[in-house]
């Protein structure tokens, strides 16, 4: 009987510890009391520990997913944060960031460039920007739900990995991962019930939206006007149709066999909308090329050159010059278009016309080479009336006598005077037709500046009128000069009215009324204001 108490006691004294597991016979002294909850209590701590670092690890290996909103290829992404929030990284405009929900976690979502299948599918389907739009939120929630449940399963998965290896034992394991899993769960937890949709109301913006004072003053009326803009563009599209019956009512032009019509565009910053009105004016018009004078982006950066994309399928020849808003990267983007010819001081031949082209001298983002913006000081009327020189020596030694050249902005076209017939340009988001100044002798050159073909992009929003969507289709005879234009325009956001006019050039050889220019160091004039012609 004393033997089997003795058992039994030993037997007491040998069980499994429910943390620790040890499987040990239990140490006698009167040391007992104090080694025995402190070895415990680093087990314990060990255990956290590896739970909590497998979890962090966890949620930085496996706490991202990818989505589709609307044509963005968007990643969603969880980190741990102190403060908790949500990060919008737009590039190349910044970041916003949103007060959204409280801590320990962290959401950021990264739009990243256009998908070519789904972009052309809006521009061939116009009405569906306003579906995408209005299932923007369910793919956002959707994204979300993904990211939760693909962040709690990383989470465990690591956590029991990494106690696995240090631990060597299934019960602490399965400890470890328990309590990754409610810490993971916690978090994701606080953070969906401390969500305030309010807080996209008082965004607050970083990075290059620092240089937009303009978008960053009043963020939230642009936002709201943009709404508006996705629900009017069915109409606003629609009402593209109104344009055929407004030519059918022009005085008739009766162009010859050999008539050249070119569709002048310029100033898109990455407004969808414009591919689809160019498109249009492309097909019902018999547009043989297209003459785009830059700013076809905003900031120039490696995801807007997807935007370039629609090029090709105009199906027609595209020529293109470097606005102050297009790097090196959207020209080369441009370039790799199966139709497309990138000008930088250099002239080509397309449909019988001879055209001569420079890219802008600045790249607004880059202060280095646009130091002081894009207003017309000194230093930049410089800038731009050298690009003019280099242009008018172009044109003067080549073997074929230009009949177009083209530049961005009309600063530049100065020193074009009497090289050739007809200058093209843009950058000043408004309509104007004017004559150089010519000295006795020379021949009248002819400049056309275009509005902006994409309503001036985001910034077109900011005032209390749209900034309407433009675009000019030129037609030359057999000898190459300018017998008639047509002039489109297409009201801005929240309007749907569609205007087309036609003017004749009943003497090409006159010109139109001067107009002064800027000239090089020695006095900026002030910014001149050129007379439209009739």
């Known amino acids: 009987m004393d033997g089997q108490r003795d058992e039994r006691h030993d037997d007491a004294d040998d069980r499994d510890d429910p943390v ?12 007992v009391g104090a080694a025995g909850p402190l070895r415990r209590l680093g087990l314990i701590v060990a255990v956290l520990a590896v739970a ?20 963005f290829r ?64 369910e793919d956002v929630r959707s994204g979300v739900m993904r990211l939760g449940l693909r962040t709690l399963g990383a989470s465990v998965l690591v956590t029991l990995i990494l106690a696995g290896l240090i631990f ?33 109301e008082e965004p607050r913006y970083e990075g290059l939206l620092v240089n937009a004072p303009a978008i960053v003053g009043d963020a939230r009326r642009i936002a709201n006007d943009y709404t508006k803009y996705a629900e009017q563009l069915q109409r606003l599209v629609g009402n593209v149709s109104q344009l055929y019956t407004t030519v059918s009512a022009l005085p008739l032009l009766e162009p010859t066999p050999g008539t050249t019509r070119v569709l002048h565009v310029s100033d898109m910053h990455l407004n969808p909308t414009g591919w689809q009105l160019i498109r249009t004016v492309v097909e019902q018009f018999g547009i043989d090329v297209v003459i785009d004078t830059g700013d076809i982006t905003d900031w120039g950066s490696e995801p807007e050159a997807s ?15 470097r606005g102050n808003h297009d790097s090196g990267k959207t020209a080369a983007a441009v370039a790799r278009q199966p139709n497309a010819i990138v000008l930088n001081n250099t002239t080509t031949t397309v449909a019988g016309l001879t055209i001569a082209g420079i890219g802008d001298p600045r790249f607004t983002p880059d202060k280095n080479t646009s130091p002081a913006g894009s207003g017309l000081t000194q230093q930049v009327a410089d800038q731009v009336i050298g690009a003019g020189n280099q242009l008018a020596a172009t044109v003067r030694s080549s073997p074929r006598p230009v009949n177009i050249a083209l530049v961005h902005d009309p600063a530049s076209a100065g020193p074009l005077a009497g090289t050739c017939p007809l200058v093209l340009a843009g950058h000043t988001h408004a309509r104007q037709v004017t004559k150089l100044p010519q000295a006795p002798g020379q021949q ?44 489109i325009t297409v009201g801005g956001t929240g309007q749907a009215q569609v205007n087309l006019e036609r003017r004749l050039v009943e003497n090409p050889t006159a010109g139109v009324p001067a107009t002064p220019t800027p000239t090089p160091s020695g006095g900026v004039p002030a910014t001149p204001t050129p007379t439209p012609t009739g």
């Open 444 to 487: 009248p050159t002819a400049l056309m500046v275009e509005g902006s073909t994409g309503g001036a992009g985001l910034r077109g929003l900011e005032g209390e009128k749209p900034t309407p969507l433009s675009m000019s289709v030129l037609y030359f005879d057999q000898q190459k000069l300018l017998q008639a234009y047509d002039t």
């Open 20 to 31: 620790t597991g040890d499987d040990q016979p239990r140490p006698t002294g009167w040391w």
């Open 168 to 200: 060597r034992d299934a019960r602490r394991t399965a400890w470890a991962g328990g309590l990754a899993l409610l810490v993971t769960a916690s978090s994701l937890g606080t953070a969906a019930a401390t969500v305030r949709p309010q807080a996209i």
């Open 52 to 71: 909590l670092a497998g979890a962090v690890l966890g949620v930085l290996a496996g706490g991202q997913v990818s989505t589709d909103i609307g044509p």
């Open 307 to 321: 935007f370039v994309a629609s090029i090709g399928l105009l199906k027609k020849p595209y020529v293109f010059i």
């Open 74 to 137: 968007a990643n969603l992404s969880i980190s741990p944060a102190r403060d908790g929030g949500t990060t919008v990284d737009i590039p190349p405009l910044g970041a916003l960031l949103l007060d959204s929900h409280d801590g320990p976690t962290h959401l950021t979502v990264r739009l990243g460039a256009l998908d070519q299948g789904r972009t052309e599918a809006l521009i061939d389907d116009p009405a569906s920007i306003s579906r995408a739009s209005q299932s923007a939120v």
